[in-house]
């Protein structure tokens, strides 16, 4: 076995060249249409490439030029990060750990049967969870690298993993950090596999049991497929449901993908079987195990793959990389995130154009979005209805609160109906109107607004300003927002800016 | 045609005017407004997101192939230990559901069997799309049939008519109609800090337009007035007759709460027609369990809730019809793991007064694979808009025309018999 994995891992040294993370081309400079260059578009890339400016950002964007912003947002590490940060962050010892470290301590607190050692246990899962939690708010709030940021949500929703499935409470917070933010800005090929390759993943979506039909466990009990894994690998996270796939192709997918799994307890010391690992962090707790694959031949999508064993997995994730209709599906995807809830099908064509000529690499597709004239139409700016996390946020941003708890946040994006982690289905949070635009939510992000601007959110020290709102949002404001503003006192401006039409949408 | 727009804005200038200078905006002039209304029959739709595997809640125990089929997850028939509860000498109900069992007895639970979708995809998202929006294998109608069916009520535009629990308003209620939604069952009528004076006045202002903000939030406005109305005078009145009714037990959280809850809120306010529950966690891919197990703990709070609502009901529970429906069922064999993956038919419930219970209504075609669909999952011998159509327009007196605004392209044909008693 040992032997075995190792040549595997030789075998893949090819594929890994040229691959790695964070890789992206040189970065030419940014050709944009000259109305980015004004102070509208300074607060568009603002609005939509990050979480919102802070108090008097987007004048100083617009003075360091739209598009020098732009190009350093794409090429994050050229980007240091602000010491507020890195404090926050060290408050949080979890979320250094890697999937492997958390399991084992997870472990070794549940041998523990005692009320004492159960309760610590949950501690532990709490604290996991809480902190990731927290992480991800502190980042949206306070990283400079906020396209970086809104990506790593983005792209977390799109390969949704549920807090609420067994172990993945310990690992959805490692699931962000090993599988998807360090491959926001690389090949999509890379960022698929190192999602297909986390446990968390594994678990949610239930491969980790799916074994070729006749298999035994090593308890003798008899095993078989699982389609669960295949169908949503397809469906959600590249062909899409349109996508021309058959319930034959996701039968032999999930043929194709029985064996992958975690490591059995017992093999859970440090890393032995790693085949081909094309993502940064080695150690997967991740498994193949040969015994429960299907060595049969299978025919997917057109393809006919010989049953060889872990490479099937490699083959059909190239396959599905590569296919036209995931490059669409994926173009429209972040075409409707980032412009607009019916995005211009002249835009996502585009899009998925480039995403097939790079190679699937998503900082040119990006790019092309960017660059693209129909990013920086009046139909578009100021027309996307923010979702609760985004409100929530932005506001923070806007106010330049940093809550001494983040419960009350939390606990709003709970009441939202967009608890972080929270979701349990794998197609994610919707990015549109339609799904968070509703009664009760009015009711909630207003007083959300009334807590904020009137200074009484979670121990909040700072005072907000309604000259600091007015610098993050359209010189013009809707008339109803002027007339609210004009009817009521200063202490009540802040509120009603927070509140308004104007800065519920980006 | 439709003075309601008129009339919303009229309404809350009035609740305003009375609210200035309270910390709530308590909208005595709803409460009014309310009685106006008819006392009329109610609907409540809940939706199993995530497909349930209808072959175990109401278990063809009579049929060896679901034997054969399910070595480990098959539950046991009526007699064995978590074996199945006997319905009519063929079909069984899951044990985790007894607390339906009375209902059942009693002539007001029946079940459409083998019923779901024609549309053929197994995609939960793109499946259940098609059964709010009532087109299936059709994505684009915006709105949802239960929306539409509010539109065809008779009486006042008002958003305290449907009410959907949970953070988001669902497919099936969104549209043009106004709905409210209630995030959270715990702070019900409590006061939030835009009730604040001042804070109130002035939101009221920014939103009195016709925008979709606007809306939203004079909905909020109104529907929040309702519950707050609502929850004082079940303080006042209600109380003690409701102690009575939940017979003291206090209940555990969850569904089964949150349906109690509504019984109360709808046998206080009969201006509540329309209500919507989603509950996730029916997706067993793996190790679901037979009369015991992952989906017996996932059954069981659902058939406790049903019975809450049906006993918190009271007299209400005569005129109230109840369904239960998911968006297709799960395959006939069980999976490698102790699971099921997506299949086809299903089983649809129904519950209330007058429904013609203790039947399992449908066409059982059968579990031999020759009888399957695609020689794998139960076949769809009734339409689901076939149940729906013309059992909710009957139900809530209206014209039979209505159907076909539910459901647009609803293919002829019809259920063999009422599904509900004269």
Redesign the interface.
């Known amino acids: 076995m040992m032997i075995k994995a190792a040549v595997l891992v030789l075998l893949m040294l090819p594929v890994l060249s040229g691959l790695r993370a964070g890789e992206s081309p040189p970065l030419a400079p940014l050709t944009l249409p000259p109305e980015a260059e004004t102070t509208m578009g300074a607060l568009h890339a603002l609005d939509r490439l990050g979480f919102g400016p802070r108090p008097y950002e987007v004048e100083q964007v617009r003075q360091m030029g739209v598009s020098r912003w732009i190009a350093r947002q794409l090429n994050p590490a050229s980007i240091p990060e602000p010491e507020a940060l890195s404090l926050q962050l060290a408050a949080l010892p979890t979320l250094t750990e890697s999937n492997v470290e958390l399991y084992r301590r997870q472990m070794m607190l549940n041998r523990d049967k005692s009320d004492s050692g159960q309760e610590a246990k949950k501690d532990f899962d709490r604290t996991v969870l809480q902190e990731a939690a927290t992480a991800r708010i502190d980042r949206a709030l306070l990283s400079d690298r906020q396209l970086q940021e809104v990506l790593v949500g983005f792209w977390f929703n799109h390969f949704n993993v549920f807090r609420g499935k067994g172990l993945d409470h310990v690992w959805v917070g490692s699931f962000e950090s090993e599988s998807i933010r360090p491959y926001v800005f690389g090949r999509f090929r890379t960022l698929l596999e190192a999602t297909a390759r986390h446990p968390a993943m594994l678990f949610y979506l239930d491969n980790w049991q799916n074994s070729a039909p006749g298999s035994h466990s090593r308890q003798g009990k008899e095993l078989g497929l699982n389609e669960n894994y295949a169908r949503e690998l397809m469906e959600l996270h590249t062909l899409g449901v349109d996508g021309g796939y058959s319930q034959q192709d996701v039968t032999e997918l999930a043929r194709i993908l029985t064996g992958w799994g975690l490591r059995d307890r017992a093999e859970r010391g440090p890393s032995r079987l790693n085949h081909g690992s094309m993502v940064q962090e080695a150690d997967y707790s991740l498994a193949f195990d040969p015994s429960r694959h299907d060595f049969g031949e299978k025919h997917f999508l057109g393809h006919v793959i010989k049953g060889e064993g872990w490479r099937e997995f490699e083959l059909a994730l190239d396959i599905l990389a590569a296919h036209p209709a995931t490059a669409h599906h994926l173009s429209f995807q972040l075409a409707q995130y980032f412009v607009a809830d019916q995005p211009d099908p002249r835009l996502v064509d585009k899009m998925a154009e480039s995403f097939l000529k790079s190679g699937g690499n998503l900082t040119v597709v990006m790019r092309t979005m960017i660059e693209s004239p129909l990013f920086w139409s009046p139909q578009v700016i100021g027309h996307k209805f923010k979702t609760p996390f985004e409100y929530a946020v932005s506001a923070l941003r806007a106010s330049n609160v940093t809550p001494a708890r983040m419960q009350p946040v939390l606990g709003l994006l709970g009441q939202l109906g967009q608890p972080i982690y929270g979701i349990e289905t794998p197609d994610g949070y919707k990015q549109v109107e339609s799904a968070w635009l509703n009664p009760d939510a009015m009711a909630r992000r207003l007083s959300f607004a009334t807590m904020l601007g009137g200074g009484r959110l979670a121990d909040q020290t700072v005072t907000v300003s309604d000259a600091a709102l007015r610098s993050v949002l359209p010189y013009t404001l809707s008339p109803q927002t002027e007339r609210a503003l004009g009817e009521n006192d200063a202490k009540l401006r802040p509120i009603i800016l927070l509140g308004s039409p104007d800065f519920m949408h980006r | 045609m439709n003075p309601a727009p008129m009339q919303r804005r009229a309404f809350l200038a009035s609740s305003l005017a009375l609210a200035s200078g309270l910390a709530l905006p308590i909208g005595r002039a709803g409460w009014f407004a309310r009685a106006a209304e008819p006392d009329g029959k109610r609907l409540i739709v809940i939706f199993l997101?995530?497909a349930v595997d209808g072959l175990n809640v109401v278990v063809p125990y009579g049929d060896d192939v679901y034997y054969n089929a399910r070595s480990s997850i098959a539950v046991q028939p009526p007699g064995r230990e978590h074996g199945a509860i006997n319905l009519d000498g063929h079909f069984g109900l899951h044990p985790a559901l007894a607390a339906l069992l009375p209902r059942w007895q009693g002539g007001q639970l029946a079940f459409v069997h083998a019923s779901g979708s024609p549309d053929p995809?197994?995609?939960?998202?793109?499946a259940q799309l098609y059964m709010e929006n009532g087109t299936p294998g059709r994505g684009a109608l915006?709105d949802g049939w239960m929306n539409r069916l509010l539109g065809a009520l008779p009486g006042p535009r008002s958003?305290g008519r449907a009410i959907a629990f949970?953070?988001?308003?669902p497919r099936i209620l969104?549209g043009s109609q106004?709905?409210?939604?209630?995030?959270?069952g715990n702070d019900i009528g409590k006061p939030?800090?835009?009730d604040?004076p001042?804070?109130s006045q002035?939101?009221a202002?920014?939103?009195?337009?016709n925008?979709?903000?606007s809306k939203?939030?004079q909905?909020?406005?109104q529907?929040?007035q309702q519950m707050q109305a609502d929850a004082e005078s079940m303080a006042a009145g209600g109380g003690a007759e409701q102690m009575a009714a939940d017979n003291g037990a206090p209940l555990p959280n969850g569904f089964p709460s949150d349906a109690a809850k509504l019984a109360r809120m709808m046998r206080q306010d009969p201006s509540i027609r329309l209500a919507f529950f989603a509950l996730?966690?029916w997706?067993t891919?793996?190790r679901q369990g037979n009369g015991e197990g992952q989906l017996a703990n996932r059954l069981r709070p659902l058939g406790d809730g049903l019975a809450a609502l049906a006993g918190g009901l009271g007299p209400a529970f005569d005129d109230s019809l109840i369904v239960v429906m998911s968006e297709f069922g799960r395959t006939v064999h069980e999976?490698?793991?102790g699971?099921t993956?997506?299949g086809h038919g299903n089983v649809l419930w129904l519950l209330g007064g007058k429904v013609a219970g203790g039947r399992v209504y449908g066409k059982w075609p059968g579990l031999r694979p020759d009888q399957l669909y695609?020689e794998r999952d139960l076949a769809v011998t009734t339409d689901f808009r076939l149940i729906l159509g013309p059992t909710v327009t009957r139900h809530l007196s209206l014209p039979d025309q209505t159907i076909a605004t539910l459901f647009p392209g609803i293919p002829a044909g019809s259920v063999s018999s009422s599904l509900l008693r004269a």
Do not use: E
């Not at chain 2, 106004?178 to 959270?184: D, G, I, R, T």
């Not at chain 2, 202002?205 to 337009?209: C, R």
């Open positions: 997101r995530g995809t197994r995609s939960h998202f793109d915006p958003a949970g953070p988001q308003v969104a106004p709905v409210a939604n209630l995030s959270s939030l800090a835009i604040r001042g804070v002035a939101f202002s920014l939103y009195d337009g925008d979709a903000m939203a939030f909905d909020s406005v529907s929040r996730g966690g997706d891919h793996i999976n490698g793991n699971g993956d997506h695609q």
